[in-house]
């Protein structure tokens, strides 16, 4: 079992930047890769990014390339999310998720997940 646990979301204007976090605990954090995934009110859970196992490759919807950097801190067994340049349509909550080795875009495809983090940003 993988437990993660996000935080970071909060309030911010259009323009603004954000850092999530996502911290897990249980099996070897440095054998999974991660992703962060989001759902906006009323619409289908998307993936933001993503990162292998060994901090080798990212991976970012066309939506967010550019402005969001996942990285991850395997001393820390923590994966970020830095967002920046937000914009009211990355309103959303958003979760981290973890699956063996290779980041794949495809949220079926991932073990875990957290509870969530809303993020807002207003206009």
């Known amino acids: 079992q993988v437990q993660l646990v996000e935080s970071g979301g909060g309030l911010v204007q259009t323009g603004g930047s954000l850092r999530l976090s996502c911290a897990a605990s249980?099996?070897?954090?440095?054998?999974?890769?991660m992703g962060w995934f989001r759902q906006a009110p009323g619409k289908e859970r998307e993936f933001v990014a993503g990162?292998?196992?060994?901090?080798?490759?990212?991976y970012y919807a066309d939506s967010v390339n550019g402005r969001f950097t996942i990285s991850r801190d395997f001393a820390k067994n923590t994966v970020y999310l830095q967002m920046n340049s937000l914009k009211p349509e990355d309103t959303a909550v958003y979760y981290c998720a973890a699956r063996i080795f290779i980041a794949t875009m495809r949220s079926h495809e991932y073990d875990y997940w957290g509870q969530g983090t809303q993020v807002t940003v207003s206009s």
């Open positions: 990162i292998n196992w060994n901090g080798g490759r990212t």
């Open positions: 249980g099996r070897t954090f440095s054998n999974y890769a």
